[in-house]
């Protein structure tokens, strides 16, 4: 077991010569984790989902009625991991310290709580063209975002099967991301409603993305020619990303990706306090269980620029 903090480690918190101690004070970055998916509760283990497919256009009539047949989709089943962590403090040192810090550890092992969840909150994006997922087992096996999808029903994926590309972050881009994403196709290959309406960016792409959004005309262009693109586009800049990669992006349905991108609290982070009565160390540790996972991937663009 690890050892305890001690008087001996902090001796300087033991003189009250000091001008001023002081503990917290960055803030962290914002949460996204419910702007980003659909957050749900869970009692199990694991959650599973699974998907039905759709039915083919209706044949002419020739006498008799023609039987439809439905493929099944994919299954999906997402496991939330366990996280804990904790710290311990002699009782001597906390009593012998002469300045307000490392009173409230409840408080500071939340906060980890909190910026653990939210980097976990990332990695759907952060690691999205990569079929090594972190929670999720999914039937159909390829990247979030992929030129790779497939069907069950037997129809070409020539078309309308892929939200993976390469393409720098520009208004030409954005332009013919767009039109890729209203051609996306269901699992019997037909066209569906997409309604691409939300840049997912990292903050070194937001200016640039907000000049695209928000300029009325005459964008990169003397002829000040018409900006077609004006709001079409809520902007979304991703701090975290820019750990990643700042030249990714993603465009999204938002409201498909509220659907499909699913947060799962198995159990929401728990602080517990106690002293061991042999030793009079004090322990503070928080617990928590989650995971998150996607059920389709139709909601989304990204670009590996």
């Known amino acids: 077991m690890p050892n305890p903090l001690t008087s001996q480690q902090f001796v300087r918190l033991l003189d009250k010569r000091l001008r001023e101690v002081s503990e917290g004070v960055f803030k962290d970055l914002p949460s996204m984790i419910d702007t980003i998916y659909r957050v749900l509760p869970s009692e199990g283990a694991f959650e599973e989902f699974y998907e039905v497919g759709s039915l083919p256009d209706v044949p002419e009539f020739n006498g008799k009625i023609s039987y439809l047949s439905i493929a099944p989709g994919f299954y999906t089943k997402i496991e939330p991991k366990e996280y804990a962590g904790g710290t311990m403090f002699t009782r001597k040192l906390l009593d012998d310290k002469k300045y307000a810090v490392l009173d409230d550890r409840t408080a500071g092992l939340a906060e980890s709580a909190h910026r653990t969840r939210e980097k976990i909150g990332v990695r759907p994006f952060a690691y999205g063209f990569s079929a090594a997922f972190d929670y999720m087992q999914s039937e159909e096996g390829v990247a979030l975002f992929s030129s790779a999808h497939t069907t069950k029903a037997g129809v070409s994926t020539s078309s309308g099967f892929s939200n993976a590309g390469t393409s720098a972050f520009n208004k030409t ?11 996306f196709r269901n699992d019997i290959g037909e066209r569906i409603v997409i309604e691409p309406d939300t840049l997912i960016v990292p903050d070194n792409l937001a200016d640039q993305a907000e000049e695209i959004a928000k300029t009325d005309k005459g964008l ?5 020619t018409v900006n077609v693109q004006k709001g079409r586009f809520k902007i979304i800049p991703y701090l975290r990303l820019d750990d990643y990669s700042t030249t990714r992006w993603f465009m999204v349905d938002y409201k498909l990706m509220k659907r499909f991108l699913v947060w799962i609290d198995r159990i929401k982070p728990e602080p517990n306090n106690t002293i061991d009565f042999e030793t009079f160390v004090v322990k503070h540790s928080v617990y928590f269980r989650t995971g998150n996972g996607h059920l389709n991937w139709r909601f989304g663009f990204g670009h590996n620029a």
């Open 173 to 183: 881009s954005v332009a013919a991301t767009r039109l890729l994403m209203r051609k």
């Open 220 to 224: 990169y262009s003397a002829e000040g």
